[in-house]
């Protein structure tokens, strides 16, 4: 018999039921709430009159709708305020742990989970939140949910799933200077496009991925969802071992020995079998940036905008044709005039404290061009921000003429007051680039944190690998 | 959940591949800790001229006459034909909330993402996946008054012109949606297997079962 994957040993170790037709019934270890997709679903327990089945597996942080500036002031916004107390209201009522705006905790709820230790490797984890893909980055089977799900977790601590097929994507070798977790899993997306991964778990491996810090493969796996995959994974190493040691949530003495005996077989065997197996040579990868208004239009910064001339599928070349339009770009132009107008450092993706060290190696000494209106630095937790504080990251930054914000989702979808205005190219950090996501009529182009603060200094896209050689993953 | 069994509708096509969550329903109507009322907005940045904002009338903003939704022949269709990787992006449960609001109750496209896929199943709406080239032969008959016919028991479609359609849910959802039944009421059914789950995991991995 064929030794199993990552995934096969992650779901077979929580499955409670297994109906006729493969559906199963998968226990979930941790959910992850947040303001924007649980009130209906505690709605939904107060007309059943039912009580969460383990109260203690959740955890609440209200992150999409928070004020990156002046949170002394509250909430401006009435409609994002009562979504934001609502979560307060209904957590007191269930008895669930939430870290709100006042709490140093508080941020990006997959920024805190990891941080607090409370997803941990091995286990299943969801949120009403397609990037829970993150926390796959310690071996954790982590995907997002719907509300009805939401709701169905809350009440059962289970979910119905059907098992997905296993992918294997292998970055052998290593990165050149200046490129980065973001600029691997781009290039990813740019070679199986967004729906590549639909239908599967997929399995990041190879030197490259190896290599990378925690904070890198969460990067990594935040995407897996941009590439169609409900979940990404990363194996337990010695890295993720030493990252979760001491967290508030981790287990302790005894507990700790044998959680990490028990994390150490989570691993793909060597003769297990994946439905399919894609590999990169990261030696190829350069920076990368969108162009368009899907992940997957993406190219080398040193490449042009491409021709939808040049593509044979009719369904493929409106969509080039519609995204460049939306876009205000022309076919075959440099990616490197494209000019910024802002410039966004953050997201569940690259908000983490490497991210801020990354974009403050690349800007130290240096001022935004005048021709970009703002530059938000908005870090993914409290204790992130304290901690680039400690570092003393925020001088480097304001020096530079950035603002430097309190954590939360801020412009990587504008719920908050922070956002795109029509028209306005963005450099950002964020996950996606859809048509009116930072703001309506807003123009995102996806990159790297060093990329991002690379062109607010230089006022336009610029390959991050020449300005500093010094500067690597 | 409303049960979902046979449908004979007027199908409106969009044209579009990877439409994704946002723009089905954009973030500014996802402040709402309603479940109801974001039909008005369904494809709002396509369907409007201006900017939309939550609990806004529509009554009277300018509608985009470009947009398939607001042409008068497909007033009133209840299945939306269109193409790759329908409902990608956000997991905003928002999306099928609004499609269903709206009035559409089956979609039809070669793929669609996971987890818009799921959601439809609590929300019933029936999300169909036919060949490319199937959904291609659809979206050249389309004409004025163009309805088909959708049986989920049988698991067919007929056409105006009497073709049979084959297609396939699984046995689970299928059972589900043609019931209306209530997932958490069927789960809890188990309760007592999740609880010897619990039991016997909490030997395996103990650390996960200290506050309880």
């Known amino acids: 018999m064929a030794g199993k994957t990552l995934y096969d040993k992650l779901w077979d170790d929580h499955v409670v039921h297994r109906e006729d037709d493969g559906s199963c019934l998968i226990y979930i270890d941790r959910q992850l709430l947040h303001e924007v997709t649980s009130p209906q679903a505690f709605d939904g327990l107060r007309m059943a009159g039912r009580q969460p089945w383990r109260v203690s597996r959740n955890l609440a942080v209200a992150d999409h709708n928070v004020p990156t500036d002046h949170r002394d002031q509250g909430i401006a916004d009435p409609v994002s305020r009562l979504q934001v107390e609502t979560l307060?209201?209904?957590?007191?009522?269930?008895?669930?742990?939430?870290?709100?705006?006042?709490?140093?905790?508080?941020?990006?709820?997959?920024?805190?989970g990891p941080?607090?230790?409370?997803?941990?490797?091995?286990?299943?984890?969801?949120?009403?939140?397609?990037?829970?893909?993150?926390?796959?980055?310690?071996?954790?089977?982590?995907?997002?949910?719907?509300?009805?799900?939401?709701?169905?977790?809350?009440?059962?601590?289970?979910?119905?799933?059907?098992?997905?097929?296993?992918?294997l994507i292998k970055v052998n070798g290593q990165v050149g200077p200046g490129v980065t977790a973001k600029d691997i899993v781009l290039a990813i997306i740019g070679k199986i496009g967004t729906a590549g991964g639909t239908g599967y778990t997929i399995e990041f491996a190879g030197e490259a991925i190896r290599a990378l810090s925690m904070e890198g493969r969460m990067t990594v796996c935040n995407m897996a969802i941009e590439a169609g995959a409900r979940a990404g994974l990363v194996a337990v190493d010695d890295t993720t071992i030493d990252y979760y040691r001491g967290r508030p949530y981790a287990p302790q003495g005894d507990d700790w020995n044998m959680a990490?005996?028990?994390?150490?077989?989570?691993?793909?065997?060597?003769?297990?079998?994946?439905?399919?197996?894609?590999?990169?040579?990261?030696?190829?990868?350069?920076?990368?940036?969108?162009?368009?208004?899907?992940?997957?239009?993406?190219?080398?910064?040193?490449?042009?905008?491409?021709?939808?001339?040049?593509?044979?599928?009719?369904?493929?070349?409106?969509?080039?044709?519609?995204?460049?339009?939306?876009?205000?770009?022309?076919a075959n132009q440099k990616i490197t005039d494209i000019r910024v107008d802002?410039?966004?450092?953050?997201?569940?993706?690259?908000?983490?404290?490497?991210?801020?060290?990354?974009?403050?190696?690349?800007?130290?000494?240096?001022?935004?061009?005048?021709?970009?209106?703002?530059?938000?630095?908005?870090?993914?937790?409290?204790?992130?921000?304290?901690?680039?504080?400690?570092?003393?990251?925020?001088?480097?930054?304001?020096?530079?003429?950035?603002?430097?914000?309190?954590?939360g989702c801020s412009m990587c979808l504008a719920m908050n007051a922070d956002r795109l205005e029509a028209g306005e190219h963005c450099a950002s950090t964020s996950n996606r680039n859809f048509e009116g996501r930072q703001g309506y009529g807003g123009r995102t182009h996806l990159v790297s944190p060093a990329m991002a603060a690379a062109a607010a200094i230089a006022g336009h896209f610029v390959n991050v690998a020449e300005l500093n050689p010094g500067a690597s993953s | 959940m409303k049960a979902f069994t046979q449908l004979t509708a007027l199908v409106a096509p969009l044209d579009r591949a990877n439409v994704d969550t946002d723009a089905i329903i954009p973030k500014q109507f996802l402040k709402s800790i309603r479940r109801a009322g974001f039909g008005p907005y369904l494809f709002d940045e396509w369907r409007y001229l201006d900017r939309g904002e939550?609990?806004?009338?529509?009554?009277?903003?300018?509608?985009?006459?470009?947009?398939?939704?607001?042409?008068?022949?497909?007033?009133?269709?209840q299945i939306l034909l269109t193409r790759e990787n329908f409902g990608c992006g956000s997991s905003r449960e928002h999306a099928p909330w609004a499609l269903e609001d709206y009035g559409f109750r089956a979609i039809i496209a070669p793929s669609f993402a996971d987890i818009f896929f799921n959601n439809c199943f609590k929300n019933g709406v029936l999300p169909i996946v036919l060949s490319a080239e199937l959904v291609e032969s659809l979206f050249q008959e389309i004409s004025a008054g163009y309805q088909l016919s959708i049986d989920l028991d049988a698991q067919?479609?007929?056409?105006?012109?009497?073709?049979?359609?084959?297609f396939n849910v699984d046995e689970n959802r299928r059972h589900r949606l043609l019931n209306g039944l209530d997932d958490i009421g069927l789960t809890l059914q188990q309760a007592e297997k999740i609880k010897a789950y619990e039991t016997e995991r909490a030997q395996r991995a103990p650390w996960l079962f200290k506050d309880a």
């Not at chain 1, 190829?284 to 162009?291: A, C, F, G, N």
Request: glycine share 8%; charged share 20%.
């Open chain 1, 260 to 330: 990490v005996r028990y994390w150490q077989r989570l691993h793909s065997d060597s003769d297990a079998q994946f439905d399919k197996i894609v590999t990169l040579n990261a030696a190829e990868i350069k920076p990368q940036v969108t162009w368009g208004t899907s992940p997957e239009m993406v190219v080398a910064v040193d490449a042009c905008v491409p021709d939808p001339e040049q593509e044979a599928d009719p369904v493929k070349r409106e969509g080039m044709q519609r995204a460049l339009q939306y876009m205000g770009l022309q």
């Open chain 1, 88 to 112: 307060d209201k209904n957590c007191a009522e269930f008895a669930i742990t939430e870290f709100d705006m006042s709490d140093i905790r508080q941020g990006i709820v997959h920024v805190v």
């Open chain 1, 115 to 167: 941080e607090q230790g409370a997803t941990l490797p091995g286990m299943t984890v969801v949120c009403g939140d397609s990037h829970t893909s993150t926390h796959g980055a310690s071996a954790a089977l982590a995907f997002g949910i719907g509300t009805s799900e939401v709701e169905h977790a809350l009440a059962t601590q289970c979910l119905v799933q059907k098992k997905a097929k296993n992918m």
């Open chain 2, 54 to 77: 939550p609990e806004m009338d529509c009554s009277n903003r300018p509608l985009n006459p470009d947009f398939v939704l607001n042409q008068p022949q497909y007033q009133g269709a």
């Open chain 2, 156 to 166: 067919t479609i007929t056409t105006p012109s009497g073709r049979l359609i084959g």
């Open chain 1, 342 to 407: 802002r410039v966004f450092i953050g997201s569940c993706t690259n908000s983490r404290i490497e991210d801020l060290r990354q974009a403050a190696a690349v800007i130290e000494g240096h001022h935004k061009a005048d021709s970009v209106k703002q530059v938000l630095i908005v870090p993914g937790s409290g204790l992130v921000k304290q901690q680039a504080e400690a570092e003393g990251l925020d001088k480097i930054f304001i020096a530079a003429g950035f603002e430097w914000r309190e954590p």
